[in-house]
């Protein structure tokens, strides 16, 4: 199901942004400094505010807590009463045992192998291969809460015991008889693995590591304009930035925070909306074209937002630059720019080096507004993209210059940033065609690929209803020109006219531009004749929806008759039938009317230029007569209502259409010929 985005007010978008970009801006009190290591100081003296410790970075307290754990031994403890109840019952068993092969010399061996296994220790396999796998080669085993070192290579398993003892046994005691004493019962685990003494002195000992290395008086001294920042004033300024940020945290604060970037981001998106209501009330007042472009702002800012907060990479690899180029394809350069601005001037909030951050997003802005200022093909994207990272590369020499003085303090690393930006922008081409798809828009590139007449469609066209196609060649001329004139979109009229005769395909011998000696008409009744042309409009219709043309193509096909009438057929069924009564929608079009400067301009073409071809002298007084009957006509049957056209609109449309027929129908001087 589709969002119905049609029936939520517009306001509604722009408060729903102000308070997305709000919400997701980052919330730590932002330090008013800017720093990076290496560079020179660019504020006035900096003293210590208060008292601050100079902490370690990250990766110096990872270090030293990985230098605590290396020499870290985990806790074990040794249970004394497993060894006095496994002799016991070893003595116990022998008391019982009546075998004469088995002398006391066999067992006094065992006691002896048991006391010393129960003193070493026996731990489970598991802990074995804990201690193994986590590269532990000594543990303490406490006894009595006297804590021993053992190595762990040392430390015996239930099946290395039973080992031991036949192995390490005297030769003068035989090793089978020794097998058959049943050692096993005897050997269990005695130590066992002490997590939470371990985890403590575990905790403990990484808590010793010290989080700073040096202490900052109030009032010290910490840096001046000019002077590079070197590892430890960097250390310093870190730590300060850490402790302001840190203080800015409680809830009042917090509050107090976001209140203030709702209420900055709000008045830049009023701003915007201030530049639509004077400027672009056509867009504002269009829930789809508002939605468009606050969506185009709000992803920047999103992106932006996240790039920051998780310092995923450099911003300048974020093509800021395409969203005005995706502006500029559906709509004009101005609102392109200004889109662009107020998405740059919400970033800037966020990023570091806010002022180098915007005059180079405003430059790469700038040269969008010039570089598509006619866009009709798709290779200008590319040229365009080219151009921003030129602009982006030189902007920033050329300011890293002004502030350093110093080739060799230039970050040569940006232009790579730069480069990868340049191939994000490439995908400008595809993110038009999506974009379109996605909103119903048609791109002046669209346009311009769909009236070429190699189009399957145009061609086909061509084929089956030359004489339709001549028509529509010569509307698409009239309507454009006119276009111009009244400042409707030239090529959208132009594209439309080439395609608003297609259904005429369906029937092609029943158009007068399409027969030669034999007319249909004459065969069947003038209710037969009337919907056969009429059904020109609904095929039409049906052809383009299977092309897959774009909504805004096939309007022009629905409305360039408009609620108008067959008025030939009508005309002759009341003269012949002047008693009967006519069924009117017999003779209608289905309409709708026009809507639009382009659809009403189309439809004064189409008239104009099909009845131009019944003149019999194409002079300028009967050019001027047919195109200002034609055009009268239709704005006293109402059809042109529902169009903004004003009466000044009219006029220029009608006097385009007089001056571009008087030249195609211009007279040719005789040749003389040969005497």
């Not at 909306?273 to 789809?288: E, V």
């Not at 922008?425 to 590139?445: C, D, Q, T």
Request: aromatic residues 12%; charged residues 20%.
């Amino acid at each position: 199901m589709k969002l119905k985005y049609y029936t939520i007010p517009t306001a509604v978008f722009f408060v729903l942004t102000v308070a997305l970009i709000a919400y997701f801006f980052p919330r730590e009190g932002k330090f008013r400094y800017q720093f990076y290591e290496g560079k020179p100081w660019r504020y006035e003296l900096l003293t210590a505010p208060s008292d601050f410790p100079i902490y370690k970075t990250d990766e110096e307290i990872k270090t030293e807590r990985d230098s605590v754990l290396s020499n870290f031994k985990p806790y074990f403890r040794l249970n004394k009463e497993i060894e006095t109840t496994e002799v016991a019952k070893l003595r116990e068993s022998y008391a019982f045992l009546n075998n004469q092969e088995v002398t006391p010399s066999y067992m006094q061996y065992i006691e002896k192998s048991l006391v010393q296994l129960y003193k070493t220790g026996i731990a489970s396999n598991t802990d074995l291969e804990d201690l193994k796998s986590d590269n532990y080669e000594r543990i303490n085993l406490l006894e009595n809460n006297i804590s021993q070192t053992r190595s762990v290579t040392d430390l015996f398993t239930v099946r290395t015991a039973y080992e031991f003892i036949i192995n390490n046994a005297p030769p003068h005691l035989d090793k089978n008889l020794i097998r058959t004493c049943n050692i096993n019962n005897y050997l269990v685990e005695n130590i066992t693995y002490d997590k939470d003494m371990s985890e403590k002195v575990k905790e403990n000992q990484l808590q010793s590591v010290p989080i700073a290395n040096g202490m900052v008086q109030a009032g010290e001294r910490i840096a001046d304009r000019g002077e590079i920042i070197d590892n430890r004033t960097y250390n310093i300024l870190r730590s300060l930035k850490i402790v302001h940020e840190s203080k800015t945290g409680g809830s009042q604060r917090q509050g107090l925070m976001i209140s203030g970037q709702f209420i900055l981001v709000l008045g830049i998106i009023f701003c915007f909306w201030l530049y639509l209501w004077s400027f672009r009330s056509r867009i504002l007042y269009s829930r789809k074209n508002t939605l468009f472009m606050l969506l185009c702002i709000l992803f920047s800012c999103l992106l932006t937002e996240l790039c920051i907060r998780h310092n995923l990479f450099n911003v300048y690899i974020l093509p800021y630059a395409i969203v005005p180029i995706v502006v500029r394809t559906f709509f004009d350069s101005r609102t392109a720019l200004f889109v662009h601005l107020t998405t740059v001037l919400i970033c800037s909030l966020m990023v570091p080096y806010p002022h180098e951050f915007l005059i180079l997003q405003i430059i790469a802005g700038m040269v969008v507004t010039f570089g598509l200022k006619d866009l009709s093909e798709r290779s200008q994207l590319i040229r365009c993209a080219f151009f921003i990272f030129l602009s982006y590369t030189l902007c920033y020499t050329s300011m890293s210059i002004y502030l350093e003085a110093d080739f060799h303090k230039i970050n040569w690393l940006m232009l790579l940033y730069f480069g990868i930006n340049f191939i994000l922008l490439m995908f400008a081409y595809i993110l038009v065609y999506m974009l379109e798809k996605a909103f119903g828009y048609v791109s002046s590139i669209t346009l311009v690929e769909l009236s070429n007449i190699n189009n399957p469609l145009l061609k086909k066209l061509s084929e089956v209803a030359p004489g339709t196609f001549q028509h529509s060649l010569q509307v698409s001329s009239l309507a454009s020109d006119a276009a111009t004139k009244i400042g409707a979109n030239a090529q959208l009229v132009r594209t439309g006219a080439m395609y608003h005769d297609i259904g005429k395909m369906a029937n092609p011998a029943f158009f007068t531009e399409n027969q030669t000696s034999v007319n249909p008409h004459d065969q069947i009744s003038y209710e037969q004749s009337a919907q056969i042309i009429i059904s020109h409009v609904t095929e039409g219709i049906k052809l383009a929806e299977k092309a897959s043309l774009p909504q805004a193509i096939i309007d022009f096909i629905r409305t360039h008759h408009g609620r108008g009438k067959v008025k030939y057929f009508y005309t002759m069924f009341k003269n012949k039938y002047p008693d009967k009564e006519v069924d009117e929608a017999l003779f209608t079009y289905p309409g709708p009317n026009p809507f639009s400067k382009e659809t009403g301009v189309l439809m004064m073409a189409d008239s104009v230029e099909a009845a131009s071809r019944s003149l019999k002298e194409h002079t300028e007084e009967k050019i001027a007569e047919l195109v200002n009957k034609i055009v009268d006509s239709q704005l006293a049957d109402g059809l042109l209502k529902n169009t903004p056209l004003t009466f000044r609109d009219v006029e220029l449309v009608k006097n385009t259409f007089i001056d571009k027929l008087k030249i195609m129908y211009h007279t040719r001087i005789s040749y003389p010929e040969m005497k």
